[in-house]
Every structure is written in C-alpha cells, then in structure tokens.
C-alpha cells in the first residue's frame, strides 16, 4: 500500500503563498485518485483539492478555487498543492490522501493518508 509524507508547511501573513508536497512510496500516484484535506482543531475533515488517477483531472472546493493549485509529478511520485493569496481561515493541519476509485470529496473513503502539516496564516 502506498505510504505519504508531506511537507511545506509553515507560518505566512495573509497574501502569502505555500507549497506543500506529499511524497507516495509503496505506490505511484497517478494510480490512485488523490486528495489534499484540512482540519482545524474540533472540526469536521474538509476536501479542499483532489486529482484523478486517469487523466489527472482537479477538483477543488469553492473556497480555494482561483487561489489553490494541486498538480503531480510522475517522475518524482510526489503531489504538490501551490498555495496562494493565503488567508487567515485558510489556518489548518493538511494532509493528503489517496484511493483507489470512488467519491474525491469524502474524506471517510481515503484508506492511505499522510501524517499532516501545519499551515498558519496571520492577518
């Protein structure tokens, strides 16, 4: 089963800009569909991007879309979430995920997720 590790995360002012990368071992990613999630303490997991295993097609969630950008990179196994003009709410631990086939947006279906990385955004 593929493994995940991210990375980049780190503390920015708003308007600012991040990439985090989440590094698959035991797995290539463009076999499975992949996601970048958030949580902030005591609340719910949310989707924020996703790609898909066949033609590596983006999802994201309204509240990044135009801001956030994932992309792959085959030849590295690794998946990149560029973020920018960063706001104060986007403040959260992320974490990537993949699965095999189904539902992008739900968190509860990814089997394999990485172990998270903090982002904070001050105003």
């Known amino acids: 089963q593929v493994q995940l590790v991210e990375s980049g995360g780190g503390a920015v002012q708003a308007g600012g800009s991040l990439r985090l990368s989440c590094a698959a071992s035991?797995?290539?990613?463009?076999?499975?569909?992949m996601g970048w999630f958030r949580q902030a303490p005591g609340k719910e997991r949310e989707f924020v991007a996703a790609?898909?295993?066949?033609?590596?097609?983006?999802y994201y969630a309204d509240s990044v879309k135009g801001r956030f950008t994932m992309s792959r990179d085959n030849d590295k196994n690794t998946l990149f979430l560029q973020m920018n003009s960063l706001k104060p709410e986007d403040t959260d631990v992320y974490y990537c995920?993949?699965?095999?086939?189904?539902?992008?947006?739900?968190?509860?279906?990814?089997?394999?997720w990485g172990q998270g990385t903090q982002v904070t955004v001050s105003s």
């Open positions: 995920a993949g699965k095999n086939s189904g539902n992008y947006l739900v968190w509860t279906t990814y089997p394999y």
């Open positions: 790609i898909s295993r066949i033609g590596g097609v983006t």
């Open positions: 035991g797995g290539t990613v463009n076999t499975y569909h």
